[in-house]
């Protein structure tokens, strides 16, 4: 399995960008999608996912009501829009994938996924 992440770039405060996560296979309505940041100087933290098709997202506080994860099955593509950015948003956005249900404690552990994207980074001037 391979991902491939896109859409980042430099953006101002207030601005969108929509991240795509593009699998290499199909995506199992089983599977668990996350994305993932790391800011400079800073660990790697959990910012959305969905355990399974159909399961309700879940999203990190500091991303809440601003960002939305959905997964386009005909496309085998995961996208994460961003909305109302902010400087602290700043960072590498990464996608994971694990090819099978995960629940939400194990949804926002790193560990547990399987699968990684390259990375794709945003930057968000004040």
């Known amino acids: 399995v391979q991902l491939q992440a896109s859409g980042g770039g430099e953006v101002q405060a207030g601005g969108s960008l929509r991240l795509s996560c593009t699998h290499s296979?199909?995506?199992?309505?089983?599977?668990?999608m996350g994305w993932f940041r790391q800011a400079p100087g800073k660990e790697r933290e959990f910012v959305a996912g969905?355990?399974?098709?159909?399961?309700?997202?879940y999203y990190a506080d500091p991303v809440k009501d601003r960002f939305t994860i959905s997964r386009d099955h005909a496309k085998n593509t995961v996208y994460l829009q961003m909305n109302s950015l902010k400087p602290e948003d700043t960072a590498v956005y990464y996608c994971?994938?694990?090819?099978?249900?995960?629940?939400?404690?194990?949804?926002?552990?790193?560990?547990?996924?399987?699968?990684w994207g390259q990375g794709t980074e945003v930057t968000v001037s004040s």
């Open positions: 969905v355990g399974w098709s159909g399961s309700d997202p």
């Open positions: 296979e199909q995506i199992f309505s089983s599977e668990a």
């Open positions: 994971a994938t694990r090819r099978n249900r995960l629940v939400l404690s194990a949804l926002l552990d790193a560990a547990q996924y399987n699968y």
